[in-house]
């Protein structure tokens, strides 16, 4: 496509619930990361994707996240047992490469009540 | 580790020029960046420098680098209203782009 898409683009849920939040990168893009921004932050690193493989997940808050891209490009973010705390807009972005930039989704504003 | 600090708030005129800077701490940096944040939006990239260089320009963004002092700034000329936002700066190191941002400094840009 021709921009990062993400989905949904608004998620409430149940505190101990299970979500899934999905991301679409540009296509031809190797590189998919994803971050997390609560209000007034910037975005904070979770993990990122080089192909099918997750390369670095050091940003993963607890083993509750789990993230994955089966076929290296559509990326599935998944948060088991959601807390209040996980409240936040989870962020997409893909890359071309090094030196590129990235470009950003919309992003996912979850909201854990 | 990495760190990356901005001031968070900016006011300015419309025409007048905004200066947004920042300071970072990992002298490996390799990338800097500004992204531009509008309300409800993701994030935009405006503008990248390469660590080896001191300036960029693009129409009215102007990046300087102080390498020596591990500060960035983005100057922007002739503000209008439209450019009222957050803007990030970030900071990358290593050769796969995992990009560290600042908190953000909020731009209000005064008709």
């Known amino acids: 496509g021709a921009g990062v898409s993400q989905t949904p683009s608004n998620k409430v849920t149940e505190k101990g619930k299970y979500v899934e939040l999905r991301c679409d990168p540009i296509?031809?893009?190797?590189?998919l990361y994803w971050y997390r921004q609560s209000l007034g932050q910037g975005p904070e690193f979770l993990i990122y994707f080089q192909g099918t493989g997750a390369a670095d997940d050091s940003g993963l808050p607890n083993d509750r996240f789990f993230a994955v891209r089966p076929e290296g490009s559509v990326s599935t973010l998944k948060i088991q047992r959601t807390e209040r705390g996980d409240s936040a807009v989870y962020l997409c972005?893909?890359?071309?490469?090094?030196?590129?930039?990235?470009?950003f989704g919309s992003g996912t504003r979850l909201t854990v009540v | 580790g990495e760190d990356v600090e901005q001031s968070l708030f900016l006011s300015v005129r419309e025409g007048d020029s905004s200066v947004i800077n920042c300071t970072y701490t990992d002298s490996s940096s390799t990338y800097l960046y500004w992204y531009k944040q509008e309300p409800g939006a993701g994030l935009q990239l405006l503008t990248y420098i390469f660590s080896n260089m001191d300036m960029k320009q693009d129409q009215r963004l102007t990046v300087l680098l102080n390498k020596k002092d591990k500060h960035l700034s983005l100057r922007i000329a002739d503000t209008q209203t439209g450019d009222s936002a957050i803007y990030f700066c970030?900071?990358?190191?290593?050769?796969?782009?995992?990009?560290?941002f600042g908190i953000g400094t909020k731009l209000q840009v005064i008709p």
């Open positions: 970030a900071e990358s190191t290593g050769g796969y782009q995992k990009v560290t």
């Open positions: 296509s031809g893009h190797t590189a």
């Open positions: 972005a893909s890359s071309a490469g090094t030196g590129h930039g990235y470009t």
